[in-house]
Nanobody, 127 residues
């Protein structure tokens, strides 16, 4: 399994931006990558995902047009650029990875289909 370490979280005002990074060990280029988030008292939810080659991306509706997922298969890192942040984006953000090929949104958004997880990074958006 791949080891994942997130960074880049913090406190930002509404309308601001943050970029999360997730550094991975192992054969990173063979893994599809994703970002999930979990707010207090809520279930962990899918935010964005990207295929192993980087050509396939998915986003939950509430972040479309504001967040961008990307990957660097040389640096073994996946990024989540978050712009126009809102207080409802406040959560712990988790990086996820899995080697199984999936191509449907419903599979990317299914937590049970991700085998490796990072420890999470806190994002807090103040109003």
């Amino acid at each position: 399994q791949v080891q994942l370490v997130e960074s880049g979280g913090g406190l930002v005002q509404a309308g601001g931006s943050l970029r999360l990074s997730c550094a991975a060990s192992g054969t990173f280029r063979d893994y599809r990558m994703g970002w999930f988030r979990q707010a207090p008292g809520k279930e962990r939810e899918f935010v964005a995902g990207i295929g192993a080659r980087g050509s396939l991306t998915y986003y939950r509706d509430s972040v479309k047009g504001r967040f961008t997922i990307s990957r660097d298969n040389v640096e073994n890192t996946v990024y989540l650029q978050m712009n126009s942040l809102k207080p409802e984006d406040t959560a712990v953000y988790y990086c996820a990875a899995d080697r199984r090929f999936q191509y449907l949104y419903r599979d990317y958004s299914d937590r049970s289909l991700w085998g490796s997880w990072g420890q999470g990074t806190q994002v807090t958006v103040s109003s």
